[in-house]
Nanobody
Framework: QLQLLESGGGLVQPGGSLRLSCVAS???????IGWFRQVPGKEREGVSC????????NYADSVKGRFTFSRDNAKNTIYLQMNTLKPEDTAVYYCAVHTGIRSRPCLNSRDYNYWGQGTQVTVSS
């Protein structure tokens, strides 16, 4: 069974850190895997992703220098280390996988065909 399970969200003060994890169970390969976030009333935003084609890791401009994407292939797990968190980082964070042929940049949420249930990140004093 193909499944994505996120964990690691929570409440943190501005300037603090969190590490999100996503276990991707059952996937033998993918064209892209990434982290997205969404707040009520806004579109889902690409945060960071890995594209198999070109083996590239990409970040949204708003998180560059603060967030780090990593993968542990042996554990089928991806991580998002989030440092220097800001109130505007507050959102539900999702991991997603695209198993098809990908033509769009991996930060584009379209075409991702598997999504986790999301984990809430709240940055507040």
């Amino acid at each position: 069974q193909l499944q994505l399970l996120e964990s690691g969200g929570g409440l943190v003060q501005p300037g603090g850190s969190l590490r999100l994890s996503c276990v991707a169970s059952g996937f033998t390969d993918y064209s892209a895997i990434g982290w997205f976030r969404q707040v009520p009333g806004k579109e889902r935003e690409g945060v960071s992703c890995f594209a198999r084609r070109g083996s590239s890791t990409n970040y949204a401009d708003s998180v560059k220098g603060r967030f780090t994407f990593s993968r542990d292939n042996a554990k089928n797990t991806i991580y998002l280390q989030m440092n220097t968190l800001k109130p505007e980082d507050t959102a539900v964070y999702y991991c997603a996988v695209h198993t098809g042929i990908r033509s769009r940049p991996c930060l584009n949420s379209r075409d991702y065909n598997y999504w986790g249930q999301g984990t809430q990140v709240t940055v507040s004093s």
